[in-house]
T-cell receptor
């Protein structure tokens, strides 16, 4: 069964500092990978996705993520954090069966706090 | 596009009452998903539909939960009777051809 681990429950960074949120997955083949962000009281917003091809993917709000097959990782990065980035971030993995079946498994989330 | 629309945004009800949550997916999307989010269990997939047909309902916690999708633009999640442990945020999401999912704002359900 597929699984996603986000080892950091809570991270605090200073505004302007760089950020890396970790995500490790377990899946038998190359999965589809996603990062979502959830602000308090809001739904989940898609930040970026990896399906195939270039292992470094760019997303919205200046975020990027790198797929590393050898490490089963898909870490999220941002070179300079803004106070508005404070939110909870979820990594998700989903298979593509080819038959149209498509389910996402989410990590537990990492809460990001930003110090002004 | 208006995105995924959910109603109500907040629902407070008493134990034993029937609760109906509503979702309008993004126009043209052929997959619809219902999730539940709690502090203890995180985000859980309850059920999903493809072209209005339920594909996998293995995440539905009990027979008290039911979901329908009578047409491509509307789905409901019903809890009858509701219990305090059903208190959670319920999200609806939709996708096209089973790729990335777009989430609604959620319904915060409180059962007293």
């Amino acid at each position: 069964a597929q699984s996603v681990t986000q080892p950091d429950i809570h991270i605090t960074v200073s505004e302007g500092a760089s950020l890396e949120l970790r995500c490790n997955y377990s899946y038998g083949a190359t999965p589809y990978l996603f990062w979502y962000v959830q602000s308090p009281g809001q739904g989940l917003q898609l930040l970026l996705k990896y399906f195939s091809g270039d292992t470094l993917v760019q997303g919205i709000k200046g975020f990027e993520a790198e797929f590393k097959r050898s490490q089963s990782s898909f870490n999220l990065r941002k070179p300079s954090v803004h106070w508005s980035d404070a939110a909870e971030y979820f990594c998700a993995v989903g298979p593509y069966s080819g038959a149209g079946s498509y389910q996402l498994t989410f990590g537990k989330g990492t809460k990001l706090s930003v110090i002004p | 596009d208006a995105g995924v629309i959910q109603s109500p945004r907040h629902e407070v009800t008493e134990m034993g009452q029937e609760v109906t949550l509503r979702c309008k997916p993004i126009s043209g999307h052929d997959y619809l998903f219902w999730y539940r989010q709690t502090m203890m269990r995180g985000l859980e997939l309850l059920i999903y539909f493809n072209n209005n047909v339920p594909i996998d309902d293995s995440g539905m916690p009990e027979d008290r939960f039911s979901a329908k999708m009578p047409n491509a633009s509307f789905s409901t999640l019903k809890i009858q009777p509701s219990e305090p442990r059903d208190s959670a945020v319920y999200f609806c999401a939709s996708s096209s051809r089973g790729r990335e999912q777009y989430f609604g704002p959620g319904t915060r359900l409180t059962v007293t």
